[in-house]
């Protein structure tokens, strides 16, 4: 069984920064493809950033340019750094693994392919 442990959430105001954190039981982050998922109040759980086995990296139109996803193996931790935050970030933020080497993040139903998900922590971006 994989466990998935977020921290890391909080509230900032527009344009502020926050570090999500998510450490991983075991050797999944080495293993696995390693996301983040976020659902905003009123919309659907969307894909944000994607971390694969090798260290290939997808993003979310919304999020590139402005977040980074990295991982540490030793540390079995998958890290998302959000800069320049808009209210519009606000949402649950979840951390997804696979074990895959097709992992996608984009499209209504990337959240259903991934097996293991965190309780997740909050973010809330104030204007």
């Known amino acids: 069984q994989v466990h998935l442990v977020e921290s890391g959430g909080g509230s900032v105001q527009a344009g502020g920064s926050l570090r999500l954190s998510c450490t991983a039981s075991g050797n999944t982050v080495s293993r696995n493809c390693m996301a983040w998922f976020r659902k905003g109040p009123g919309k659907e759980r969307e894909g944000v950033a994607l971390?694969?086995?090798?260290?290939?990296?997808t993003y979310a139109e919304s999020a590139r340019g402005r977040f980074t996803i990295s991982k540490d193996n030793a540390k079995s931790t998958v890290y998302l750094q959000m800069n320049s935050l808009k209210p519009e970030d606000t949402g649950m933020y979840y951390c997804?693994?696979?074990?895959?080497?097709?992992?996608?993040?984009?499209?209504?139903?990337?959240?259903?392919?991934?097996?293991?998900w965190g309780q997740g922590t909050q973010v809330t971006v104030s204007s």
């Open positions: 971390i694969e086995r090798f260290g290939t990296k």
């Open positions: 997804a693994s696979r074990f895959s080497d097709d992992c996608d993040i984009h499209g209504s139903r990337a959240s259903t392919t991934f097996e293991y």
